[in-house]
């Protein structure tokens, strides 16, 4: 079973920044995709980036220009910088991987921000 395990985040000032890192069980290079999610209360989750195999970046409006996603296969590693960070973009943050049909999930870690 692959495992996610998420780190970085925590309380950021509005307008400022902070790195999300998710560290892979197995190489990044065996992921159809790997994606982050985030969950704010009493909403939806929803996805916020991701990228494919191949390398190729997709974002949720409300992130373009302010997040990045990029991964490291010799670290196994999937990161997600955040930029510009709004009050609005509090939430939990999940990172996803697509192996084959089965998506493995990250237990998830809070980033709160400050106005």
């Known amino acids: 079973q692959v495992q996610l395990v998420e780190s970085g985040g925590g309380f950021v000032q509005a307008g400022g920044s902070t790195k999300l890192s998710c560290r892979a069980s197995?190489?990044?290079?065996?992921?159809?995709?790997m994606a982050w999610y985030r969950q704010a209360p009493g909403k939806q989750r929803e996805q916020v980036a991701s990228?494919?195999?191949?390398?190729?970046?997709n974002y949720a409006d409300s992130v373009k220009g302010r997040f990045t996603i990029s991964k490291d296969r010799a670290m196994s590693t999937v990161y997600l910088q955040m930029n510009t960070l709004k009050p609005e973009d509090t939430a939990v943050y999940y990172c996803?991987?697509?192996?084959?049909?089965?998506?493995?999930w990250g237990q998830g870690t809070q980033v709160t921000v400050s106005s």
């Open positions: 996803a991987a697509a192996l084959g049909s089965y998506t493995s």
């Open positions: 990228i494919s195999a191949g390398g190729a970046t």
């Open positions: 197995i190489s990044t290079g065996r992921f159809k995709i």
